[in-house]
C-alpha cells in the first residue's frame, strides 16, 4: 500500500499543485509567486518521476520504462521552459497566469499518465483532459475576437472527440470485456477483419492525430498558433504534442498493431497530405508562428510516414526526427521569447525586420535552429532528416522519398522569409532588451544540441535501447 | 606525418570562437581572423614540405573521427598534394580577400565570424575522403555565403536571393540522395575511392551519379543556370564576400575532381558528351556577355566562369595524368581572381566616391594601375607565372583530343581575355581632360608591400610552382 502511495507521489504533487493554483488568491502581487510555486512544485514532481522512472505509477494500468520516461523528461523540460519564460510577459501585461499554470500541470499530469498508460480508458480519460486543458488554455487567452471564433470551433471538434472516444470504448468493451491494451490487443487478434473494432481504433487514433494538428485535422492548430500570445503558442508546440505523440506510438506498438496492415495506406495518405499542407501553407504565410505551425505539421508528416509501419527500426527512426524536431523547436519558442517590441511579442514577418542588427545573438540561434529544421549540416537537423530518409530508401521507398526532397525546397522558401525578414531588412523599431533568463535557456537548448552532435550514439543508438522494450 | 594535420580543421574553428566572443566595433576579430588564416597557411606549407614529391602514392597524410562509435559512421580525412595546393590557393584569395577590407569593414564581425566559416567548410571539403564528411562540408557552406550575400550585396529582388539559396539547397538534397542510395548498397559511409566498387542496379546508379552531378553543377555556373551566381555577384561592396562568392564554383569542380577521375562508372559515360557540349556552349557564351558588359566585376565573373569550365572540361576529359597541371594552374588563377575582385572593388569605390568618371580612373592611381595591370596580364596568359605552362599543357592536350574541341575553347579565353584587356584600356586611358582639383586616394603602402609579396610569389611560380615547399 505505502509502495503505492509512494509510486503515485509525482502524480500527488501535479494534482495538489492545480488545487492549490486552483484556489489560491488570483491577485495581480501574486503573479510571480504563481509561477515560482508551479515551478517548484514541478521541480519535485519531476523528481520523483525520474527515481520512480520503471515503477507503475497506479498498478495494473499503468507501466513505466526508458521509453516513458524519455517523453516524461521531455514534457517536464519543455513545461519548465514555459513557466520560466513566460512569468514576465503575464507580470508586465497584467494578466493572471493562473490558468496558464494550471493548463501546465493539467497537461503534465494528464500527458504522463497518456505516456505510461495500459489501459485504454485511461487514455482516452488522458485525451480527454488534455483537450480540455487546450480548451481551458485557449479561452483564457482569447483576448481577441478572432481567437473567440477558434474556441467555439475547437468546443465542437471537443464534443466530436468524446462522442468517438466514447464510442470506441464501448466497442472495445463489447469485444474484449476489458480496457486493458494487451487484451484489446487479443480481441483484436482474435476478430481479424472485423469492422467495428477498425472503426474504434480509427477513431482513437483519429482523435490523437487531432490532438498532433496532423493534416487535414490540423484547421485548430494553425490557426490558433497565428493568434495566440507567444506562451499559448509555445505550449501547443512543444507540450500536448510531446505526450500525444508518445500515446500514439505506444498505441500503435502495443495495442493496434494487428491491425498495422489496415491503417498503412490511411498513414501514409495522412503522412503525405500533411507534408503538403505542411510545406505549401509556410510558403503562403506571413506570421511566423502560422509559418512554424505549418512546418510542424510538414516535420509530423515526416514521422507519420517513417513510422507507418510501427516496426522497431520505423519507430526507432521516427523518433530520432521527433526528439530533433522538439530540441529545435525548443529553441526556437525560446528565441522568440526574446525577440519583443513594448513588451509584447512579436506576429507578423515585417514586425522582426532588423531583429538581428539589435539581437544578434539570439536571432543568430533562432537562424541556427531553423536551419536545424531544414535538416542542413552541421546542425542536429541533419541526423533526424538522414535517419528517415535514409530509413525510406532502405525500404525502397523511392517516391516518397523524393516528394519529401521536393516538399523540403518549398517549405525553406518559408523558413528563408522569416531569416530574410530579421537579417536583410533595416531595423525600423527598437526592440526591448531582452531577459538574462532567455539567454540561459538557449544557451542550455544549444549546449544540448552540441553535445548530442559530438556524440550522437546518445541520439542515433540509446533510442534504439529504449523503445526496445516495447515491442518484447 | 599526420601529427599536425588535424590542426587544419580545429584552427579555423578556434577562430571561430575567439571572433565569436570579441569585442563589438573593434578590429580584433580582423586581426584573429588574419591570424587564424595565416597559422593554418603555415600548417598548409609546412605539411606540402613533408611531402615526397617522388613517392607516386599521392595521398600522405590520414586520420579518422568515430562520430557514431561505428564503423558504418567513420570520418575519414585525407590530404594529398593536390588538395594541399587547392588549399595553399584558397587561404592565399582569404588572406587577400581580407586584406581589401575597408577599415570599417574590418570592424564587422560577424562577417569575420561567417568568413572563417565558410573557410572551415571548405578546408573540410578539400580533405574529406569519405562521402559523409564530404557531404557535411558541401551543405555546411552554403548558410554563410547565403547570410553574407544577403547581408552585404545589393539584390534588388529578392527572389534572386531566395533562388541563390534554394538552387543551393537542391544541390545539397541531390547530393544528400545520392549519399543514401550509396548507403543503402553499402550498408554504411565508404571512401569515395570505394564508390566505383560498391554493387547496386544499373537504375540506382544512374540515379546516384545523376544526383551526384546535379550536385556539382548546382555550383558551377553551367548554362542555364549561370544567373544565379552573377545576380548575387552584382553590388557587393566586400572583398572577403566577392572572393567567398568565386570559390563556391570551386567546390562543385573538387566534387568533380574527386569523383570523376577514379569513379566514374560507365553507365553515365553516355551523358558526358552532353555535359561536355553545355560547358563549352556556356564558355562562348559567357565570354560574350563578358565583352558586352561595362562593370569590372561582372567582366571578372564571367572570367571565372570561363576558366572553371575550362577547368571542369580537362577533369572530365583528360587522363588522370593532368591533374597536377590543374592544381598549378587553379592555384595561380585563385590568388589571381582574388588580387583583381580586391584591386577593382578599389577603383570603383573610389569611382563612386569620387566626381571621377570610371573612364581613365586608374590614371588618378597610379600604385593601384602598376598592380592591377600585372594582375590582369597574368589573368590573361602572359608568361609571368604557373598558370602560362599550365595552361598551355591543357589546352594543348584539348587539340589533342579534337581540333574543333580546342579551337572552341580559345575561342572562349581569347574573348574573355580581350573583355578583360579592354576593361584594362578603358580604365587606364584618359581621353577626356582630367578634372583638376581631384585627389583620389591610392592604396596604402602596406597594401603595396602585400600585394607585391603576392606578385613575387606568382613570378617564382612560373619557374618552380613548388618553389615555396622544395
Not at chain 2, 257 to 271: D, M
Request: with cysteine; proline share 3%; charged share 10%.
Amino acid at each position: 500500500m505505502l509502495e503505492s502511495v509512494i509510486y503515485l507521489s509525482p502524480l500527488i504533487v501535479l494534482l495538489s499543485g492545480i488545487f492549490i493554483l486552483m484556489f489560491s488568491e488570483h491577485g495581480e502581487d501574486e503573479q510571480y509567486g504563481c509561477f515560482k510555486f508551479s515551478r517548484i512544485m514541478m521541480l519535485i514532481a519531476f523528481v520523483l518521476t525520474i527515481i520512480f522512472y520503471n515503477k507503475p505509477l497506479i498498478s495494473e494500468v499503468t507501466s513505466g520504462s526508458k521509453y516513458t520516461a524519455l517523453f516524461e523528461c521531455l514534457l517536464y523540460g519543455g513545461g519548465f521552459a514555459l513557466l520560466y519564460l513566460s512569468r514576465k510577459w503575464f507580470a508586465s501585461m497584467n494578466i493572471s497566469g493562473y490558468t496558464f499554470c494550471g493548463s501546465i500541470f493539467v497537461a503534465l499530469l494528464f500527458g504522463c499518465l497518456l505516456i505510461r498508460s495500459q489501459n485504454m480508458i485511461l487514455s482516452v480519460v488522458c485525451c480527454l483532459f488534455l483537450i480540455m486543458g487546450n480548451y481551458a488554455l485557449l479561452r483564457g487567452s482569447s483576448a481577441k475576437n478572432e481567437v473567440a471564433e477558434n474556441v467555439v470551433a475547437y468546443l465542437s471538434a471537443l464534443i466530436i472527440c468524446i462522442m468517438l472516444l466514447c464510442g470506441a470504448l464501448l466497442v472495445f468493451y463489447q469485444y474484449s470485456v476489458s480496457f486493458d491494451y494487451s487484451d484489446i490487443k487479443s480481441a483484436l487478434l482474435l476478430n481479424e477483419g472485423n469492422v467495428w473494432l477498425f472503426a474504434a481504433a480509427s477513431a482513437i487514433l483519429a482523435v490523437l492525430m487531432f490532438m498532433i494538428g496532423l493534416a487535414p485535422l490540423h484547421f485548430w492548430y494553425t490557426q490558433t498558433s497565428q493568434k495566440s500570445v507567444l506562451p499559448v503558442f509555445a505550449y501547443f508546440v512543444i507540450v500536448p504534442v510531446c505526450a500525444c505523440w508518445a500515446g500514439f506510438i505506444r498505441i500503435n506498438v502495443e495495442v493496434f498493431s494487428p491491425l498495422a496492415d489496415n491503417l498503412y495506406l490511411f498513414y501514409k495518405a495522412t503522412a503525405l497530405i500533411s507534408i503538403s499542407f505542411g510545406a505549401l501553407g509556410a510558403c503562403s504565410s506571413q506570421n511566423v508562428r502560422k509559418i512554424l505551425a505549418y512546418g510542424t505539421i510538414y516535420h509530423f508528416g515526416i514521422i507519420l510516414l517513417v513510422m507507418q509501419s510501427f516496426s522497431l527500426s520505423a519507430v526507432n527512426t521516427g523518433l530520432i526526427y521527433l526528439l530533433v524536431y522538439l530540441l529545435a523547436m525548443y529553441g526556437i519558442c525560446a528565441c522568440l521569447f526574446g525577440i519583443k517590441i513594448k513588451g509584447e511579442y512579436l506576429f507578423m514577418l515585417d514586425e522582426f525586420e532588423g531583429a538581428a542588427y539589435k539581437r544578434p545573438y539570439i536571432s543568430a540561434m533562432l537562424t541556427i535552429f531553423i536551419f536545424s529544421l531544414l535538416g542542413l549540416p552541421p546542425f542536429l537537423g541533419f541526423f533526424g532528416v538522414f535517419s528517415a530518409l535514409s530509413y525510406l530508401a532502405k525500404q525502397d521507398s523511392f517516391y516518397q522519398f523524393g516528394y519529401i526532397i521536393l516538399m523540403m525546397i518549398v517549405l525553406s522558401y518559408g523558413y528563408l522569409q522569416i531569416i530574410k525578414n530579421i537579417y536583410f531588412e533595416k531595423s525600423k523599431e527598437n526592440f526591448d532588451r531582452a531577459d538574462s533568463g532567455i539567454y540561459v535557456a538557449v544557451l542550455l537548448n544549444a549546449l544540448l544540441m552540441i553535445v548530442i552532435m559530438l556524440k550522437p550514439q546518445y541520439l542515433m543508438q540509446d533510442t534504439y535501447f529504449m523503445i526496445e522494450s516495447m515491442f518484447q | 606525418m599526420t601529427d599536425i594535420f588535424p590542426l587544419l580543421l580545429i584552427l579555423p574553428l578556434l577562430g571561430c570562437l575567439f571572433v565569436l566572443f570579441a569585442k563589438k566595433n573593434d578590429n580584433n576579430s580582423f586581426h584573429v581572423t588574419l591570424f587564424a588564416l595565416l597559422s593554418n597557411l603555415a600548417v598548409i606549407v609546412r605539411m606540402l614540405t613533408q611531402i615526397n614529391r617522388n613517392d607516386n602514392d599521392l595521398q600522405v597524410f590520414h586520420f579518422a573521427y568515430s562520430w557514431l562509435e561505428s564503423k558504418s559512421m567513420e570520418l575519414v580525412f585525407e590530404a594529398n598534394l593536390f588538395s594541399l595546393l587547392v588549399l595553399m590557393g584558397v587561404y592565399i584569395a582569404f588572406i587577400i580577400g581580407i586584406m581589401g577590407l575597408t577599415e570599417q569593414q574590418r570592424k564587422n564581425k560577424a562577417q569575420m565570424l561567417m568568413g572563417l566559416y565558410f573557410v572551415w567548410n571548405v578546408t573540410g571539403l578539400l580533405c574529406a575522403n569519405d562521402m559523409t564528411s564530404f557531404y557535411i562540408f558541401f551543405a555546411g557552406m552554403i548558410i554563410p555565403l547565403f547570410l553574407l550575400v544577403g547581408l552585404y550585396g545589393n539584390i534588388k529582388k529578392n527572389s534572386t536571393l531566395y533562388l541563390f539559396f534554394v538552387f543551393n539547397f537542391a544541390g545539397v538534397l541531390c547530393l544528400l540522395t545520392a549519399m543514401l542510395f550509396i548507403y543503402k548498397y553499402h550498408n554504411g559511409n565508404t571512401e569515395l575511392q570505394n564508390i566505383a566498387l560498391i554493387k547496386m542496379p544499373a537504375g540506382a546508379a544512374v540515379v546516384v551519379w545523376g544526383c551526384v552531378c546535379a550536385a556539382f553543377i548546382s555550383r558551377i555556373p553551367i548554362w542555364p543556370f549561370h544567373y544565379w551566381i552573377s545576380s548575387v555577384n552584382s553590388g557587393l561592396r566586400s572583398s572577403l564576400v566577392c572572393v567567398m562568392t568565386h570559390m563556391l564554383p570551386l567546390t562543385g569542380l573538387y566534387g568533380f575532381l574527386r569523383f570523376w577521375q577514379v569513379t566514374i562508372p560507365k553507365g553515365i559515360l553516355p551523358f558526358v558528351p552532353v555535359v561536355v557540349v553545355f560547358g563549352i556552349m556556356t564558355m562562348l557564351f559567357i565570354a560574350l556577355i563578358g565583352l558586352a558588359h561595362k562593370d569590372f566585376l561582372q567582366k571578372l565573373f564571367a572570367y571565372t566562369t570561363v576558366y572553371y569550365l575550362l577547368f571542369l572540361l580537362a577533369t572530365i576529359m583528360l587522363p588522370e595524368v593532368y591533374i597536377m597541371n590543374i592544381a598549378y594552374s587553379l592555384v595561380t588563377f585563385l590568388i589571381v581572381i582574388a588580387s583583381l575582385t580586391v584591386l577593382g572593388l578599389k577603383a570603383e569605390t573610389a569611382c563612386e566616391d569620387s566626381d571621377c568618371d570610371y573612364r581613365g580612373i586608374l590614371a588618378y592611381m597610379p600604385k593601384l594601375s602598376n598592380l592591377f595591370s600585372f594582375f590582369v596580364l597574368v589573368a590573361v596568359g602572359l608568361p609571368l607565372s604557373a598558370m602560362f605552362w599550365n595552361n598551355f599543357v591543357l589546352i594543348s592536350a584539348f587539340f589533342r583530343i579534337g581540333f574543333l574541341l580546342g579551337t572552341l575553347m580559345m575561342t572562349a579565353i581569347t574573348m574573355i581575355c580581350m573583355a578583360l584587356l579592354f576593361e584594362l584600356f578603358i580604365m587606364r586611358n584618359l581621353t577626356e581632360k582630367r578634372v583638376a582639383g581631384v585627389q583620389i586616394e591610392d592604396i596604402s603602402d602596406k597594401q603595396i608591400m602585400f600585394f607585391m609579396a603576392v606578385v613575387i610569389f606568382l613570378f617564382v611560380s612560373f619557374f618552380n610552382p613548388l618553389w615555396f615547399a622544395f
